[in-house]
């Protein structure tokens, strides 16, 4: 069997590695960029870090001894996935700067077609494309006139030096309390132009001691017991938002709300930092830092909603021209995009724009019916918001893996989930949503075109043994 794996990011590389240990080896890596790596390659803005902890955000079976700090930054991340590629001798099967713009489903395997002209074909693909890739950039009067550098925050300009300058960030997400507090001192002046408060959960990085780093490197039983412990805290964490009423969901909602008020000193500031909605309700930010860097002389938070953008900078809505040298635009990503915009077609000539209106779904984010021996890592409402991606991709992986074996072994040739298991794990998931956090009145980009969480309502726990065994009954084998 050939399998073609899309995209060398996090879940690329693990779907790489998982196929060999299993003994498939005539596989291939699309990767539309020049080098492996993901989120982690285009996103290189100040600042960037994970905010799920290092040892955490490490695959099971490659521990890594050397994180410099607890949220470790994101050359580091890359660093790692880089050298998890060569040691398990994924690089070599990758093919740098191929963009799959075509799969066609024909004869009991996928035809393949890139950017660049190359065809191929494989009974499976492993669609490893990712979560958060495609900028969101947002629909603001006048912006393509502003006379400075303007960029979204994961197309980086490194080029342009912001020593002094006037510097505006549209956003208050997780990426621009990152840029904010890492720049903010470097700055002339720093306007950040804020539609919605963010909640921030006080979390210090720490930096690991050499004693520390030492220590793991030479009790590999540390590392772990330390990626156990905390997988079992976030699973906690998991469990407190997808039940809006639990103790822990209470707990977080007094440490957020105790953090503003005890760190920033101006009333009048405070106020407008503090969000209307429960938090957790958006994907709660970690910062030990923010609240500080916002108060800073040289900062100010704009509420006033933008009007438009000119040439000298941002009008807003009360005729308040904010004067600008540089325009950061950390809006976020098409969180619905997944392997769009690839053109993909199943079963009987249906596409997957057609199979994915309104929205996007997957059986337990992984198969769609109609699309045979396709299967997604992070797809369509998995547990995105609540927990590490990397645990959850393992999951996934060794799930398909099982379907995977059906082909490999010949009880059947092609295997996708049943348009009935679908739907009836889409009424489920829906009805559950009722309970979580998500749902208590706030806009995220966690929720879909009907106002309901894309996401994994249940908790981690029931995603963990959901991917234990597939449920044949629930699959189309032929």
Aim: proline share 6%; aromatic share 10%.
């Amino acid at each position: 069997m050939r399998f073609a794996i899309i995209g060398a990011g996090m879940s690329g590389i693990l779907a790489s590695i998982k196929l060999s240990e299993a003994g498939f080896d005539d596989q291939v890596i699309y990767e539309k960029a020049d080098r492996l790596g993901g989120t982690w390659r285009e996103n290189t803005y100040p600042g960037i870090a994970c905010d799920v902890p290092s040892h955490l955000y490490s695959y099971s079976f490659a521990p890594n001894p050397g994180w410099s700090h607890q949220f470790s930054p994101g050359d580091e991340i890359e660093g790692y996935f880089e050298r998890v590629a060569a040691d398990y001798g994924v690089t070599p099967r990758i093919r740098f700067g191929e963009k799959v713009d075509g799969l066609e489903w024909g004869d009991g395997r996928w035809r393949i077609t890139t950017e660049t002209g190359t065809t191929d074909e494989a009974e499976v693909v492993i669609a490893a494309t990712g979560v958060l890739h495609q900028p969101n950039l947002p629909d603001i009067a006048g912006l393509d006139t502003f006379a400075g550098p303007c960029f979204h925050s994961a197309r980086w300009d490194h080029d342009v030096d912001l020593a002094g300058k006037r510097v505006g960030i549209v956003g208050t997400g997780s990426t621009a309390v990152q840029i904010i507090s890492a720049v903010v001192d470097e700055v002339g002046h720093l306007d950040v132009f804020q539609r919605t408060p963010p909640w921030i959960f006080p979390v210090q990085n720490t930096a690991y001691s050499e004693e520390e780093l030492a220590a793991f490197r030479e009790q590999p039983e540390r590392l772990t017991q330390l990626h156990d412990t905390l997988a079992e805290l976030f699973a906690g964490f998991a469990a407190a938002v997808t039940d809006a009423e639990s103790e822990q969901n209470k707990g977080i909602a007094t440490a957020c709300v105790a953090n503003l008020e005890s760190s920033v000193t101006d009333p009048e500031l405070r106020e407008r930092l503090r969000p209307d909605y429960a938090p957790a309700c958006k994907r709660l930010i970690m910062s030990g830092d923010y609240y500080e860097a916002i108060q800073r002389p040289n900062a100010e938070v704009v509420t006033d909603g933008i009007e438009c953008v000119v040439p000298e900078g941002v009008r807003t809505k009360d005729g308040v021209l904010h004067e600008l040298d540089v325009l950061v635009l950390a809006t976020g990503f098409r969180a619905d995009a997944f392997m769009r915009p690839m053109d993909i077609v199943g079963r009987d000539g249906v596409t997957l724009a057609e199979a994915w209106d309104p929205r996007p779904n997957a059986y337990l984010s992984i198969t769609i019916p109609g699309f045979p021996n396709l299967f997604m890592l992070n797809g369509p409402n998995g547990p995105v918001g609540n927990f590490s991606l990397i645990e959850v991709a393992e999951l996934q992986m060794a799930y398909s893996m099982q379907l995977i074996e059906e082909v490999a072994a010949g009880r059947c040739h092609e295997i996708c989930a049943t348009q009935e298991a679908m739907d009836a794990h889409e009424e489920a998931r829906v009805a559950e949503m009722g309970h979580t956090i998500w749902v208590t009145g706030c806009r995220s980009w966690y929720l879909d075109d009907r106002g309901v969480p894309a996401t994994w309502p249940w908790p981690f726990q029931d995603f963990r043994d959901a991917m234990a065994a597939p449920d044949l009954a629930a699959y189309d084998r032929r």
